[in-house]
């Protein structure tokens, strides 16, 4: 969770021409599954759309609020069909009055996905085929091991586009945040940026499932998945690898299953050298 009020946000509302159409989203035009809308609204919105517009509200004006009639709503998490549940809420109270619930019910999703994770990659054969497998957030989006700089780096963005234009010393500024308990590990509400690295949905804010973002630290992260994955430096860490067991080729035997260490192990002792770095 990151643990500021949130600034301005670029993110376009609906305009007025946008209720002339019934069966297509007022946001993003597709046609899709429409959310069952809390409101009295008659406009459509996909669930995608409604879910964004929903997250950017709480960051925008600090409450739920439906984009078209501005409706306030308080959001709550169903544990069992692992959905959220939006009641009216005419007081229009503050988002942060309901979402210390909502992360305190998601929390026992989370740990259980978590454990589920581990438990799949457990039973997996001892291939490179484990290497696809992915844990997940509550919401859905995929958990990604990133360092903490680059996690500052991530919640500055989210914040502000344009922070880089606006601060002086941008080094300055995410050394200090480093030393900061701005993110904290939803899981354990410790302080997530004083190891290297932390996993964090790859949602970020966007979801009012988690409108202050998903982080978890890593020990959380071996606690209940069983996994330990260690993280080299922000520079060397390769952005687009999809692959979270083995996305540090530099390094095999530390970061990397022990499965896929044999198999880059030799293959590196069948390739020059050069072409491995
Ligand atoms: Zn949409
Ligand atoms: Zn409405
Ligand atoms: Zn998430
Ligand atoms: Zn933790
Ligand atoms: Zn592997």
Redesign the pocket.
């Known amino acids: 969770m990151v643990l500021l009020a949130l600034g301005e946000s670029t993110e376009k509302e609906p305009g007025p021409e946008a209720e002339a159409e019934a069966e297509e989203c007022a946001i993003c035009f597709e046609p899709g599954t429409f959310v069952d809308l809390p409101c009295s609204c008659v406009i459509k919105y996909c669930t995608a759309c409604w879910d964004r517009a929903l997250a950017t509200s709480v960051t925008v004006r600090g409450r739920a609020q439906c984009p078209s009639c501005r409706a306030a709503f308080k959001v709550d998490f169903d544990t069992a069909s692992a959905s959220l549940v939006f009641s009216k809420d005419p007081l229009g109270t503050a988002a942060c009055d309901w979402r210390s619930q909502l992360y305190e019910k998601v929390r026992h999703v989370q740990i259980r996905l978590l454990r589920g994770f581990g438990a799949s990659t457990e039973s997996q054969s001892p291939s490179?085929g484990?290497?696809s497998l992915q844990p997940h957030c509550v919401c859905g989006a995929e958990l990604e091991h990133i360092s903490s700089r680059s996690r500052i780096l991530r919640l500055l963005e989210d914040m502000d586009p344009g922070w880089r234009a606006r601060i002086g010393s941008a080094d300055e500024m995410v050394e200090r945040l480093l030393d900061s308990s701005l993110v904290t590990c939803d899981l354990c509400d410790k302080v997530a940026i004083r190891s290297k690295g932390l996993w964090t949905c790859k949602n970020g804010p966007h979801t009012v499932m988690h409108p202050a973002a998903y982080d978890v630290c890593e020990s959380c992260f071996e606690k209940y998945s069983g996994v330990h994955l260690e993280i080299g430096d922000a520079k060397s860490a390769p952005r687009k690898s999809r692959?979270v067991?083995?996305w540090d080729r530099s390094r095999v035997g530390q970061t990397?299953?022990q499965?896929?260490?044999v198999?880059l192990g030799a293959l590196r002792g069948r390739q020059p050298r050069s072409m491995l770095g």
């Open positions: 490179c484990r290497c692959s067991l083995c990397c299953c499965a896929c260490s198999v």
